[in-house]
C-alpha cells in the first residue's frame, strides 16, 4: 500500500529540547516536503526536497532544519524547539506536482511545545 | 508573492443541498491549482486539479471546480452534498514557471447537517 508515515503522531515537549519527526515514503518519489497547518492560515510550507541531497526553504523555513540523506527519508529536525512551532505538520511526497500524479500526504503529526 | 484567499472559513449546508466554496488566487504569473479535501484526523487528500485543457474539472465523488483566469478564480462546487462529505477543503496553487512550492489557501470547513 502506498504510503506516507509520520512519526511521531503526538508529541507534548518542552522548549529548547531538540526533536525529530520522521517521514518515509514507500513509493519511490523524488519530491517530498513538509507543511505546518495552522487554524485560518492553512498549510504553510516549511521545506522541500527535489532529490537525494537536495533540499530548499519554503515559506517559514525559521526554526527548522531538513536533511535527504535517503529518497525515501526526509526528518523534520527542531534543534530547540519554541511554543510558537506548537502545530500540526504534514509530510507529503509527490513524482512531481506538475505530473497526473497527486500528492500523497502522511497523517500528520501534532506537536505542542511547552 | 502569490496568495490564496478562501473567502468562507465554514460555510453550514443542509444534506443534499447544493453549496460553493470559493477560492481566489493572485499572482504575476499563470498557475495551476489544486483542491484538497481533509477528513478529521487525516492528512489531506486531493480532490481535483487543473493543470491545462478544459477549464471545467471534476472529481470521482461528484465535486467539480472551474478555471476561471479572467476573475482569477477556482471556485469548488458539488450539486447535491452528503454527511460524508462533512471536511476541510484547501485550495492551493502552484506557479507554472518554476519551483515545486504549494501555496494553501486558509481552508474552509464544510458543515453538512441533516
Known amino acids: 500500500e502506498a504510503q506516507v508515515t509520520q512519526n511521531p503522531r503526538y508529541l507534548i515537549t518542552v522548549t529548547g529540547k531538540k526533536l525529530t519527526v520522521t517521514c518515509s515514503q514507500n513509493?519511490?518519489?523524488?519530491?517530498m516536503s513538509w507543511y505546518r497547518q495552522d487554524p485560518g492560515l492553512g498549510l504553510r510550507q516549511i521545506y522541500y526536497?527535489?532529490?537525494?541531497?537536495?533540499?530548499d526553504k519554503g515559506d517559514v523555513p525559521e526554526g527548522y532544519k531538513v536533511s535527504r540523506k535517503e529518497k525515501r527519508n526526509f526528518p523534520l529536525i527542531l534543534e530547540s524547539p519554541s511554543p510558537n512551532q506548537t502545530s500540526l505538520y504534514f509530510c507529503?511526497?509527490?513524482?512531481?506536482?506538475?505530473?497526473?500524479?497527486?500528492?500523497?500526504f502522511g497523517d500528520g503529526t501534532r506537536l505542542s511545545i511547552l | 508573492a502569490q496568495s490564496v484567499t478562501q473567502l468562507d472559513s465554514q460555510v453550514p449546508v443542509f444534506e443534499e443541498a447544493p453549496v460553493e466554496l470559493r477560492c481566489n488566487y493572485s499572482?504575476?504569473?499563470?498557475?495551476?491549482l489544486f483542491w484538497y479535501v481533509q477528513y478529521p484526523n487525516q492528512g489531506l487528500q486531493l480532490l481535483l486539479k487543473?493543470?491545462?485543457?478544459?477549464?471545467l474539472v471534476e472529481s470521482i465523488n461528484g465535486f467539480e471546480a472551474e478555471f476561471n483566469k479572467s476573475q482569477t478564480s477556482f471556485h469548488l462546487r458539488k450539486p447535491s452534498v452528503h454527511i460524508s462529505d462533512t471536511a476541510e477543503y484547501f485550495c492551493?496553487?502552484?506557479?507554472?514557471?518554476?519551483?515545486?512550492?504549494?501555496?494553501f489557501g486558509g481552508g474552509t470547513r464544510l458543515m453538512v447537517k441533516p
Open positions: 499572482s504575476s504569473v499563470s498557475v495551476y
Open positions: 492551493a496553487i502552484i506557479l507554472n514557471n518554476a519551483g515545486n512550492m504549494l501555496t
Open positions: 487543473y493543470l491545462s485543457g478544459s477549464t
Open positions: 526536497s527535489m532529490n537525494v541531497e537536495v533540499t
Open positions: 513509493m519511490n518519489h523524488e519530491y
Open positions: 507529503a511526497s509527490s513524482s512531481g506536482l506538475r505530473s497526473n500524479q497527486p500528492q500523497h
